[in-house]
T-cell receptor, first 113, second 114 residues
Framework: KAGVTQTPRYLIKTRGQQVTLSCSPI?????VSWYQQTPGQGLQFLFE???????NKGNFPGRFSGRQFSNSRSEMNVSTLELGDSALYLC????????????FGPGTRLTVL | KNEVEQSPQNLTAQEGEFITINCSYS?????LHWLQQHPGGGIVSLFM???GKKKHGRLIATINIQEKHSSLHITASHPRDSAVYIC????????????????FGKGITLSVRP
């Protein structure tokens, strides 16, 4: 089975722009979670989707949003980018949302200038 | 106080040594995860456990639910074990719909010298 894929792998944006990141889960997995990793804060949970519904959301401002499509692929969007949004954005998929092993993608490295 | 604490913060070992990494948490959990992250960012899930002990190759993970503590042991360490090891917990069974959200420790950077 192919692993979790994320596109793009690297992205450079400027303050005020918006960005969309994409995640394709492992075939058959219906749960997708998104995480932000920064040197200062470490890994933090952004949100989780299962069957096109957001089940959980972390403590991030409303500029961070996401969605999941019927084929389980997920996108996350960040509007009005700030310098502090520079981070590695990781998505992970699992077969079910509850207490299942999560399989991580390679991440998208976002740099905001 | 962070919900998930890891110790030590950094660890250097000689090839062949037995290594122990610790994780303590302060909340009720349904499962604890050990993750490995190599330079470049990729994260691999090593273990997910809610009780007892699991073994995979040279890696052993244990958890004590009463003491809210878990350990990751690496036997016969090798330079390729050099990575960041991250402990994460998923929510209390009492939280409806919250079981899948992971809360992470800061991670421990392990260097194994040849």
């Amino acid at each position: 089975k192919a692993g979790v894929t994320q596109t793009p792998r690297y992205l450079i944006k400027t303050r005020g722009q918006q960005v969309t990141l994409s995640c394709s889960p492992i075939s058959g997995h219906r749960s997708v979670s998104w995480y932000q990793q920064t040197p200062g804060q470490g890994l933090q949970f952004l949100f989780e989707y299962f069957s096109e519904t957001q089940r959980n959301k972390g403590n991030f401002p409303g500029r961070f949003s996401g969605r999941q499509f019927s084929n389980s692929r997920s996108e996350m969007n960040v509007s009005t980018l700030e310098l502090g949004d520079s981070a590695l954005y990781l998505c992970a998929s699992s077969s079910q949302p509850t207490n299942n092993e999560q399989f991580f993608g390679p991440g998208t490295r976002l740099t905001v200038l | 106080k962070n919900e998930v604490e890891q110790s030590p913060q950094n660890l250097t070992a000689q090839e062949g040594e037995f290594i122990t990494i610790n994780c303590s948490y302060s909340v009720g959990i349904s499962a604890l995860h050990w993750l490995q992250q190599h330079p470049g960012g990729g994260i691999v899930s090593l273990f997910m456990l809610s009780s007892g002990k699991k073994k995979h190759g040279r890696l052993i993970a244990t958890i004590n639910i009463q003491e809210k503590h878990s350990s990751l042991h690496i036997t016969a360490s090798h330079p390729r074990d050099s990575a960041v090891y991250i402990c994460a917990v998923s929510g209390s069974p009492a939280h409806t719909g919250a079981n899948s959200k992971l809360t992470f420790g800061k991670g421990i950077t392990l260097s194994v010298r040849p």
